[in-house]
């Protein structure tokens, strides 16, 4: 398994409360990617890095922010958490010729 | 803009009967196309990958799939099905055929159930 870590891999919190999430990866890959996953929709991507410090926008990026500092790690930070980002969030790696992409095991969001 | 259609929410099949998982694209390059399986409450795994190097591409676990451009379908196949390969299965496309910053744009997924 590539080497993904995700923390917390689980998390409940209050409506209006900032919230971070980590991705961690031991492969030294220069792509990461965050997505969220919901019933009916699949995975959708929030935003995406390219290196450090050069992140862009996904899918569905509204009312959230990352950044990277080093290549390993990946945050993810909702500012001000709504219900509506109530979900399971993967981060993923890239390192493949054709951008095939290896995910961590997940962190389930739970606002209230 | 590339999308992708899984045109079954759910299949159910018995087991050791054939499993046919449907899936058509659209992107404006020339795709790499994967799928991927996520078993109940775990990440997700990667089946296998179409790079346009052959259009019948195996996997992992006796999973297949073939590529036609003709019909610009990428269907999922496997000749016997087994009660482990019970899970959510998503096709996926990549809009840049080499390597690069793209995300991935999946489909909404395929539920498998297999009957015993």
């Known amino acids: 398994d590539a080497g993904i870590t995700q923390s917390p891999r689980h998390k409940v919190t209050e409506t209006g409360t900032p919230v971070t999430l980590r991705c961690h990866q031991t492969e030294n890959h220069r792509y990461m990617y965050w997505y969220r996953q919901d019933p009916g929709h699949g995975l959708r991507l929030i935003h995406y890095?390219?290196?450090?410090?050069?992140?862009d926008k996904g899918e569905v990026s509204d009312g959230y922010s990352v950044s990277r500092s080093k290549t390993e790690d990946f945050l993810l930070t909702l500012e001000s958490a709504t219900s509506s980002q109530t979900s399971v969030y993967f981060c993923?790696?890239?390192?493949?010729?054709?951008?095939?992409?290896?995910f961590g095991p997940g962190t389930r969001l739970t606002v209230l | 803009a590339q999308s992708v259609t899984q045109l079954d929410s759910h299949v159910s099949v018995s087991e050791g009967t054939p499993v046919l998982l449907r899936c058509n694209y659209s992107?404006?390059?020339?795709?790499?196309l994967f799928w991927y399986v996520q078993h109940p409450n775990k990440g997700l795994q990667l089946l296998l990958k179409?790079?346009?190097?052959?259009?019948l591409v195996k996997g992992i676990n006796g999973f297949e799939a073939e590529f036609k451009k003709s019909e610009t379908s990428f269907h999922l196949t496997k000749p016997s099905a087994h009660m482990s390969d019970a899970a959510e299965y998503f096709c996926?496309?990549?809009?840049?055929?080499?390597?690069?910053?793209?995300?991935?744009?999946f489909g909404k997924g395929t539920h498998l159930i297999i009957q015993p």
């Open positions: 179409y790079t346009s190097a052959a259009t």
């Open positions: 996926v496309v990549s809009g840049l055929s080499g390597g690069g910053a793209d995300g991935l744009t």
């Open positions: 993923a790696i890239s390192g493949g010729q054709y951008n095939e992409q290896f």
């Open positions: 890095s390219y290196g450090v410090k050069d992140t």
């Open positions: 992107s404006s390059y020339s795709p790499s």
